[in-house]
């Protein structure tokens, strides 16, 4: 009776990732505002409460390889008081003239977390 033997090979796939990339894409101001308009648009371009613009900035960990546990505190304290600097009408919201100034803003305090706080990204890949 013949044997069959099934070899399996794993590759694993690791990426570093930290502030660098994003500190590459504010010094593009262009492609940075087009960006940041995009979003703007596809988070419905209406303005956004203190909530709507949280829930934004958490949903940024996702779209930059940060686990979804993983928390960032300077951040996070930080968040109103980076809210408020960019509602310089101080009407509540962000609007789609103030929000590329909190994208900023935040994306410069990731890139600083990131930078001292380097994420490893593990991916495995099978070949059978």
């Given amino acids: 009776r013949p044997v069959t033997w099934t070899h399996m090979i794993g590759v694993r796939k690791v990426a570093v990732c930290d502030g660098k990339r994003i500190t590459n894409f504010l010094a593009d101001t262009e492609r940075f505002e087009a960006s940041a308009r995009e979003f703007y648009a596809a988070l419905g371009g209406q303005s956004?409460?203190?909530?709507?613009?949280?829930?934004?900035?958490?949903?940024?960990?996702s779209e930059l390889g940060l686990?979804?546990?993983?928390?960032?505190?300077?951040?996070?304290?930080?968040?109103?008081?980076?809210?408020?600097?960019?509602?310089?009408?101080?009407?509540?919201?962000?609007?789609?003239?103030?929000?590329?100034?909190?994208?900023?803003?935040?994306?410069?305090?990731?890139?600083?977390?990131?930078?001292?706080?380097?994420?490893?990204?593990?991916q495995v890949s099978m070949i059978v």
């Fill in 48 to 61: 956004l409460d203190r909530e709507a613009a949280l829930h934004c900035v958490l949903s940024l960990r």
């Fill in 67 to 122: 686990p979804a546990s993983q928390e960032i505190p300077k951040l996070t304290q930080h968040f109103h008081t980076l809210f408020e600097a960019a509602d310089s009408d101080r009407n509540g919201v962000i609007d789609a003239d103030e929000f590329p100034r909190l994208l900023r803003e935040i994306l410069e305090g990731l890139a600083i977390y990131m930078d001292e706080n380097p994420v490893i990204v593990d």
